[in-house]
């Protein structure tokens, strides 16, 4: 029999120890279980050198099943201990991706047949043998017809739930124990058991819910490794393994069938009035979905040749969930496409891209069942139902892509949980569902759910989530009854899903029709605004063109006319300069890295020097955390915001800008430019970022209008937000919002 771990390659715990920060883990979660040092006593270990088929470790067992003292057995090759077992593993494969093979040789001890179970990690042949209290290849013909009847059955089942039902009974009849259930991991890693067979020697659990810390997180890691996991008695009867003083490094045992247990585990198994015990992965699209776990009241651990036909099972019951949720998937999509498809006869019809969305917006609410639904395109936002706050949502798409989710979406049924300014905004942003689709440019899709009144059925009362969990399991598991309302109803599979295939096609059509329509707009702006400022300087120009000629383009004509042709064409320059750079912002990719303001302010007062030195202006920088970001733009973002403080100076005062972080989280930090020059009225606020528009005449303050909006167009292409603060007086005061180096 061999088995292939998912992935291809065989890791380690240890990998996942590296990987996690000890810092958020409780002290369940610390407990390096791969490291015992030590197996079950139900079997025993040998360790050979692959190289030189020298035994280099064994449990204190293996002696007395060998019949060969511990100081010869580490002193000796395999073939000393039995040819039959080196000519064997000589033969056994080398491949990584090999899970674990059975050999055909048997061993007998003190009248107990064992089989014998192999496999290679970390540079080592582990040999372990375990017993088999039913080797009768009658006992192994009849649980591999219960298998494969269970298996059809499951898959044909007329509901996922009558195929749970069909999978725990046939492991109860494989493996004899006296209850056998499917448990599934819910979001926050609490669980809950979904289908159950039982004999009356164990209570029921059905329709009951663990808490997360019931399997701690290094757990439910290995478990995504090793598909089983058998445990032969709670009695703590570990034995320890004995090895070479040459053997380099810890003996990792992240993938020994007989790696010792746990005390915590054990103590939690003999509170629930379990003996032996056994336990499948059940996987699904790459990820832990639950587990099937089998409990009896005696001890004896099972049979190897049972574990991969109750694993079987379980992958027959991940097909059937697989098979469920494409049916109602495609159920989904098609109600999808009838509802594109009155949506887009209507854009036909109706023409108006806005009134059309304005009718698709609640179609895609209720589609999911949800309270309020936001659509964010560009940058306009549009909602529909309960939602929080239009300047909440815009900061919630910033936080949860810099969230970075391994996902494609983000979905939680407490934001608040996460993000700490949700909890201003439970009652309608409790569960939130974003889903970020490609069409022409970036879109969001973000599903709002308010907090329900759930009702917990929990096996015992469940441990405070906020603390760290006492070293030591859960003595009572009696029924608790919970009712909590700080949290929305679960998103579940198929809506997630359907959110990605949610009108695909025809958000492609409305965002074209949005595009263009914003595009013609803000085009046709554009074009008369620059016409109007362009037209200045080419009077200018012509005016001097005109004199010349009248004088005859005479040295003493040229002379007075050229100051007028310098300034125009100086202002021609400025604002053709001003067009390409946004053009260039509005168009180009950025790369970050981190930027620290010191040095940025120091190149400012560089480049600003003589404007410094004339209006002996003062620049004052408080700390400022490294920015993430590029150099050169947000050089010039804080170049035009210094420069534009000193040019609307007051008349009255020197100078004075001050940049300040206000507050910083999310890995985000809010920075205020604040000057004591001439102000701005706050009914300018967002005027002033509109390119082309300028409070001032070009004769009182020079400029091409150009330099907020290409400041504004720095900020958002680093992910930001740009704002006049209208409450500050004195002065001006702008506040950026920008990312923050997470090195």
Not at 128 to 146: H, Q, T, V, W
Not at 150 to 169: D, N, P, W
Not at 184 to 206: K, N, Q
Request: charged share 20%.
């Amino acid at each position: 029999m061999q088995n292939v771990q998912p992935g291809g390659t065989q890791t380690s715990l240890t990998n996942y120890f590296e990987q996690v920060d000890s810092a958020a883990l409780h002290d369940c979660d610390r407990e390096r279980i791969h490291l015992t040092n030590a197996t079950q006593g139900s079997g025993t270990l040998i360790v050979v050198d692959p190289g030189t088929s020298r035994i280099v470790a064994a449990s204190a067992s293996a002696p007395g099943f060998l019949g060969i003292p511990m100081a010869s057995l580490l002193d000796c090759k395999l073939e000393g201990v039995d040819t039959d077992l080196a000519e064997q593993v000589a033969g056994a494969h080398d491949d990584t991706q090999i899970l674990h093979e059975v050999l055909d040789c048997t061993f007998t001890f003190n009248g107990m047949s064992h089989d014998t179970v192999t496999h290679l990690h970390d540079g080592r042949r582990i040999i372990e043998f375990i017993p088999n209290l039913s080797p009768s290849p009658g006992e192994a013909r009849k649980n591999m017809r219960i298998c494969s009847k269970a298996c059809a059955r499951i898959l044909h089942a007329a509901s996922f739930a009558e195929a749970l039902q069909i999978a725990v009974e046939a492991v109860r009849d494989i493996t004899g124990f006296a209850r056998a259930k499917i448990y599934r991991f819910l979001p926050d890693w609490s669980g809950e058991v979904i289908a159950e067979s039982r004999s009356s020697a164990l209570p029921s659990y059905l329709g009951l819910c663990f808490p997360a810390g019931d399997i701690p997180r290094q757990v439910r890691h290995i478990m995504s490794i090793i598909p089983y996991r058998a445990i032969g008695s709670c009695s703590d009867d570990t034995v320890p393994i004995e090895q070479r003083a040459d053997l380099s490094g810890p003996l990792d045992l992240t993938w020994s069938v007989l790696r010792s247990v746990s005390r915590m585990h054990t103590a939690y198994l003999r509170n629930i009035g379990v003996k032996s015990a056994f336990s499948t992965s059940l996987m699904y699209d790459g990820k832990l979905w639950g587990l099937i776990a089998a409990h009896d009241v005696d001890e004896g651990i099972l049979p190897f040749d049972c574990w991969s036909l109750v694993q079987e099972i379980g992958t027959a019951v991940m097909l059937r969930n697989a098979q469920q949720q494409r049916t109602d998937i495609a159920d989904m999509i098609s109600r999808l496409r009838q509802v594109e498809n009155g949506f887009a006869a209507a854009l036909r019809k109706d023409g108006d891209v806005e009134s059309v969305l304005s009718k698709l917006m609640p179609v895609l609410r209720e589609f999911l069942g949800a309270d309020g639904f936001a659509f964010q395109f560009g940058s306009n936002l549009h909602v529909t139902g309960q939602t929080p706050p239009a300047d909440f949502i815009r900061e919630l798409i910033t936080w949860a892509v810099r969230k970075g989710e391994s996902s494609d979406q983000y979905q939680t049924i407490a934001l608040h949980e996460d993000w700490t300014p949700a909890k201003e905004h439970v009652e309608t942003a409790c569960g939130v569902l974003i889903q970020p689709i490609v069409v022409h440019r970036v879109c969001q899709l973000i599903w709002f759910r308010g907090p329900i009144t759930r009702t917990v059925n929990w096996a015992g009362r469940p441990e405070d989530k906020e603390k760290p969990r006492a070293l030591g399991p859960r003595a009572s598991f009696d029924k608790w009854v919970q009712q909590h309302e700080d949290q929305s109803a679960p998103w579940r599979e198929v809506e997630l899903q359907s959110a990605r295939e949610i009108f695909q096609e025809f958000l492609d059509i409305m965002a074209a029709q949005l595009l263009l329509k914003e595009e013609n707009a803000t085009l046709r702006q554009f074009a008369a605004t620059a016409a109007h400022d362009l037209r200045a300087p080419l009077v200018g120009l012509n005016l001097a063109l005109d004199w010349m000629s009248e004088d005859g383009f005479s040295a003493e004509s040229i002379r007075e006319t050229h100051a007028l042709a310098q300034r125009s064409s100086k202002r021609m320059q400025d604002l053709t300069e001003g067009l390409l750079e946004l053009v260039v912002l509005e168009n180009q990719t950025q790369s970050f890295d981190p930027v620290g303001m010191e040095k940025l302010i120091e190149d400012i007062t560089h480049l600003l020097s003589a404007q410094i030195r004339e209006t002996k202006a003062q620049i004052i920088v408080d700390e400022i955390p490294v920015l993430a970001g590029t150099q050169r733009l947000l050089l010039r973002l804080f170049l035009n915001l210094i420069s534009n403080a000193i040019k609307y100076r007051s008349s009255d005062r020197k100078p004075r800008i001050k940049i300040s972080a206000r507050n910083q989280q999310n890995g985000f930090v809010e920075i205020a430019v604040a000057d004591n020059g001439v102000g701005i009225p706050s009914k300018y606020a967002e005027r002033i970022f509109q390119p082309l528009q300028r409070l001032h005449s070009k004769d009182e303050v020079e400029g091409a209008g150009l330099g907020l909006a290409i400041c504004q167009r720095i900020v958002s292409a680093h992910g930001g937000t740009l704002r006049l603060d209208t409450d500050y007086t004195g002065g001006a005061c702008f506040l950026l919002r920008l990312p923050t180096h997470q090195g």
